[in-house]
């Protein structure tokens, strides 16, 4: 298509580092993305202490920017009118993290009482702000779809 330019940004990608099971019925996969958003040159964006705990914050570029925003998708079962959401259906699994950065430690990444966050450093001026203190990654073959059952 004439004048189309694809989009290939570097983005902030949170994963779950455990499983848990909502109230809702929804439920988490530990390495599910449970969220996207836009990076801004190396200083990472607002977080809180929850979101440091509970998900393994990283960067990633390599994937075009519509199949980015996706990466939050759940699975969609039933009718329309019925629409329930099983599950995510994009995960970047920690074993995998680990194969691809073989300095990433997965059983720290599952403790929940450590703040384990080997991609990310607390900014100076601010408890909730952070800087990045490593490469983006490349996407390719690390997510995974599980809808289709392979990966991105």
Do not use: C
Not at 40 to 67: C, P, Q, V
């Amino acid at each position: 298509m004439p004048g189309f330019t694809r989009n290939y940004p570097v983005m902030e990608i949170a994963i779950s580092a455990d499983s848990r099971a909502a109230e809702n019925g929804n439920r988490r996969q530990e390495g599910d993305v449970v969220a996207v958003r836009r990076a801004t040159n190396w200083i990472a964006g607002e977080m809180g202490s929850k979101e440091r705990h509970r998900f393994i914050w990283l960067r990633g570029y390599g994937l075009e920017e519509a199949d980015i925003w996706a990466l939050t998708e759940p699975i969609i079962e039933g009718e329309a009118s019925t629409v329930v959401y099983e599950k995510r259906r994009y995960a970047i699994p920690l074993e995998r993290l680990a194969v691809r950065l073989p300095e990433f430690n997965v059983d720290r990444a599952r403790d929940g009482s450590d703040l384990y966050q080997p991609f990310i450093l607390p900014a100076d001026d601010s408890p909730h702000r952070a800087v990045t203190i490593a490469r983006p990654l490349q996407l390719r073959g690390l997510v995974f779809d599980k809808h289709l059952g392979r990966y991105l």
